[in-house]
């Protein structure tokens, strides 16, 4: 007997909300929006319109699209309010607030991808994200964006080359 969606969900919720949470964080870093507050509001989501999950896609491909979307909406906002205060301010504090018992060249070097990838434009950071920090396949990428594989992969490309340049003008020194 096949599992209902609603039934999939709560099966698998311990795996998946981690796993969108921590996609969330990468998302919203550096914007001052509260990451944990948002994976509650795509899992509010998910919870309020599991019925039109039709399985045509992985449960976490779906999830992953809506906390996309929730994020790119809460940015947007963000955006708009900050075009009217001018007196908001970025929480910069949250960048490194996971890596506290790592050693300081470690956290520094955590530090400073978080900031390059914080600072490329959305369309960029977004593929970085589903590629270089979730590990999701490009034929998944492009179902959740609507994009051709051919666009996705000539995206990353160059979302890539700009994370490298960011890194290098920040001093960002990799031993490989």
Same mark, same amino acid.
């Given at each position: 007997m096949q599992t209902s969606p609603q039934q999939q @969900? =709560? =099966?698998q @919720? *311990? *795996?998946l909300y981690p796993r969108i949470e921590r996609s969330v +964080?990468?998302?919203t870093l550096g914007s001052g929006l509260d990451s944990q507050d948002l994976t509650?509001?795509?899992f509010l989501k998910a919870v309020r319109s599991i019925g039109s999950f039709g399985g045509d896609a992985a449960l976490y491909t779906w999830l992953f699209r809506i906390a996309r979307n929730t994020c790119i909406d809460a940015m947007r906002r963000l955006r708009? +309010? +900050? +075009?009217y205060h001018t007196d908001a *301010?970025? =929480?910069?504090?949250? @960048?490194d607030a996971d890596e506290d018992t790592d050693p300081v060249n470690s956290r520094e070097s955590v530090r400073m991808v978080q900031q390059a990838i914080a600072k490329l434009d959305l369309e960029y950071r977004d593929l970085i994200v589903m590629r270089e920090i979730e590990g999701l396949p490009v034929a998944d990428i492009a179902a959740i964006t609507g994009l051709k594989d051919g666009t996705v992969k000539s995206r990353l490309f160059r979302a890539r080359l700009m994370l490298k340049e960011l890194l290098t003008k920040a001093g960002y020194e990799h031993d490989t």
């Open positions: @969900l =709560d =099966d @919720l *311990e *795996e +964080r990468a998302y509650q509001e795509v708009t +309010r +900050r +075009r *301010e970025m =929480d910069e504090s949250r @960048l």
